[in-house]
Structures are given as structure tokens and as C-alpha cells.
């Protein structure tokens, strides 16, 4: 039996338990030791079992479902973002933060159209043109258009190639929610923002990585002053 200390039982099971899964003892799939042999090798009660397996799905190390013992997670971009989102909620509600978001999103969805525009296959290109049309198809159509307006900037951020990137990207749309549902309602922010999807499209088309950088910026900067000119006109 491994004694432990008193303070922060469940930190020190989880951090046992994460060394572990790093150094592939438990591997993708496997399931975890039953809470009684675990709370028997480290010489705690239940609860501190529980906390540590809860953390490590907070984590995105492990999966609990009821009824089963905990298994490793597979590790994947989509877990290790998710674990990422209390604390950026929590982080949105401070002062100034949402626009650090706004920036942090121009500038990650800036070089994203660059590198999407140098990376392009003729297959991207048409998978892009397709989201455009469906996008312009849903002019005027407020929930359509919010739905098609996240796909088509998703469809950039699929062409690199990368799952780091796609994950991350979902992320900061699904953080930035209030900001899309409050521009998109805006009397003419539809065609607005067509039109720069429209322009960014034809960059990336032509393979102008630079120009498709400059595009996105100058669209999301557009975004970006339309909200804090709605958000003062209503406070």
C-alpha cells in the first residue's frame, strides 16, 4: 500500500494516475484499477478516489460512464480543448477579456487563411465554394445564415490539414457565441459579412496567402468594432 499525506489526497491519486497514462502503463482504452483497489493502494476513502477520477476527466484523461470502471480517454485535440472551457467562460466574464478574445481570434484566423490558401487543393477550393453558396443563400435568414456563416469559416480552418487547429477553432467560435448572435441580428451585417466572405474565398482561390490573411483581419476587425458600437448604443 502506497501511504500518502493528508493534504490534497485526491491531487496526489490523480497526479499518480496521469503519470501512469503519460507513460503508456495505462493505455487508450484500458480501464483504471476499481475505486476499492485504488482507494486499498493508496490508502484513502472513496471520496478522494472519486474527486481524483473526476479531475482526470476534467482533464480529458479519462471517461467515466455509470455502472463501469473509468477507462483511459483517447487522446484527442476536441478533449484537450474541451477541458480548456470553464476556465475561458470563467475568463470571458472579467474585464476587457472579450476583447482579447476578438483579438486572439484575428490574429488565429488570420494566419489560418494564409496558410488555408497556400495549402488549398482544387478539392478545398470547391468544398469552400460550396459552403459560400450556402452562405449566400442564406442572406437574410438570421439563424441560417449564423449556421452557415461558422461553417464556412470552419471550412478554412479544416484545409490545413491540422486537428489542433480545428479543435481550437470551434472553441473560440462556440466562446464567442454572444458576439456572432448580436452582429448577425444587426440590420445588414448579413450581406456585410457575405461580401467578406466572398472577398477572403477569391483570395484563397487564387493561392494569396497574404492578401487572404488581410481579408480575414479587416473582417474580423469589422466584427469585432459593430459589437462594442451595439453593446454602448444599449448600455
Known sequence: MTALKRSKLFEQISERLERRIRDQ???PGAELPSERDLMLEFGVGRTAVREALFHLQGMGLVEIKSGTRARVAAPSAQAMIRSLAGSAQYLLSAPDSMRHFQRARQ??????????????????VA?????????????????RFERTDVAFHFTI?????????????AAIIEWLIDQRQVTLSYPGQNRVAFAAHEAIFEAIAARDGERAAELMNEHLEQVAKLYWQVWDAGT
Open 107 to 124: 490574429f488565429f484566423e488570420s494566419g489560418l487563411a494564409r496558410d488555408a490558401a497556400r495549402r488549398a487543393t482544387d478539392a478545398d
Open 25 to 27: 502503463v495505462l493505455t
Open 127 to 143: 468544398q469552400l465554394q460550396n459552403a459560400l453558396e450556402a452562405n449566400r443563400a442564406a442572406v437574410g435568414d438570421i439563424k
Open 157 to 169: 480552418a479544416t484545409i490545413p490539414g491540422n486537428p489542433i487547429y480545428e479543435a481550437l477553432h
